[in-house]
């Protein structure tokens, strides 16, 4: 990959410029930073984060730090649980989780561990970065303000899986890392109502450098 120099990536070419090796050395570096950090230290890990609303059962909460405390628990009635938006009637059409790293990163991959059973209900999501934060206007539209790092289209998220979002052909620069479903699923048991469930949520990449 090349850069244009504003922060925009692209696909490296002959073309388009045949002495960014010589000139840049960026593809290297892309390419070695994506080795470096991807599956190491989660920069999400205990920073504040936040949902769309807070599932609740008899006295327990199921908070949005759950889905960044360093525990991969995957199973939801044992502790200590994960983030989870409401169900039922009071479930939003789109619910989200935001983590806030205090900080802008570059950001080379999002890794998702879903929970065990009902694992269905991690359907049709994107994973953004960016610095604009979530508020609960989001929660009934589709928040497109942040780059998109990549998305899953329908189900077929198993069961305790780690789905592995990689940005690319670059990397992206943000504070803020988000998870939002963005439709209903067609070919799911629960086919009108959403429900946002995160047993762990892992960002990589490395320090920001303006």
Not at 69 to 85: I, K, S
Request: hydrophobic fraction near 35%; charged fraction near 20%.
């Amino acid at each position: 990959i090349s850069t244009t120099g504003n922060g925009v990536c692209e696909t490296y070419t002959n073309t388009s410029n045949p002495n960014v090796l010589k000139t840049t050395g960026f593809v290297y570096y892309a390419a070695d930073m994506y080795k470096k950090t991807l599956d190491t230290y989660s920069l999400a890990l205990a920073k504040p984060s936040y949902q769309s609303s807070t599932y609740r059962l008899k006295n327990v909460k199921y908070t949005a730090d759950r889905a960044n405390d360093g525990n991969r628990n995957v199973e939801g009635f044992l502790q200590p649980y994960f983030a989870h938006t409401m169900d039922g009637p009071d479930s939003e059409p789109y619910p989200w989780w935001q983590v806030d790293m205090e900080e802008e990163y570059v950001i080379t991959g999002i890794f998702i561990l879903n929970r065990r059973n009902w694992a269905f209900r991690l359907h049709d999501i994107q994973v953004r970065v960016g610095n604009v934060k979530l508020s609960k206007k989001w929660d009934n539209e589709i928040f497109e303000e942040n780059s998109l790092c990549g998305e899953n289209v329908g189900g077929g998220i198993g069961d305790a899986v780690v789905k592995k979002f990689i940005c690319l052909p670059c990397p992206l620069h943000g504070r803020y890392v988000s998870v939002q479903i963005i439709k209903f699923c067609d070919d799911c048991p629960e086919n009108e109502a959403n429900v946002l469930q995160l047993a762990e949520v892992d960002v990589y990449g490395y320090k920001h450098i303006p």
